[in-house]
């Protein structure tokens, strides 16, 4: 059984996971009820949606800290404009743009999943961000795949 245990919280540490279903979400503001936990529901007919503002943003905490080696972003089917222009940001900061850049999303088409590598970036915070005034942000689906970091199996 100790062998085991072992094992099991090896591989834990060492295969990355989907470590955003763990974690704490928050938005910059929400619209009709579609708030940040709904980028982590495992569902296509669900989304997050923030009001048309300056600078929007969807965060999740991780509450620990990761060695992020990819992130996943999956689109809306519908409205699907509303995640272009977004930043992907991974760090230690609740401040956004104190956080390293992990990716771009240019375009993402409807209902389509687009996959960031972050090439092992370090942080307790994954963010997507739109620049800019008057914008909306909505997504359906968020992943953030990596290991705790300083783990010494690595």
Sequence with gaps: IILNDFLLTFIHEIVPENVALWGKTSQSSTYA?????LALDGLLNSWTHTNEQNN???RVDLLKVYRVNRVTITNRESSYLRINGAVIRIGNFLDIYSNTI???????????????SCSGM??????VHIPGNLKTLSLVEAGVYGTLAGNLLL
């Design 102 to 116: 992990c990716g771009m999303i240019s375009t993402l088409g409807a209902g389509a999943t687009a996959t960031f």
């Design 122 to 127: 370090v942080g307790r915070y994954m963010v």
């Design 56 to 58: 929007p943003w969807w």
């Design 33 to 37: 009820g579609s708030g940040p936990e």
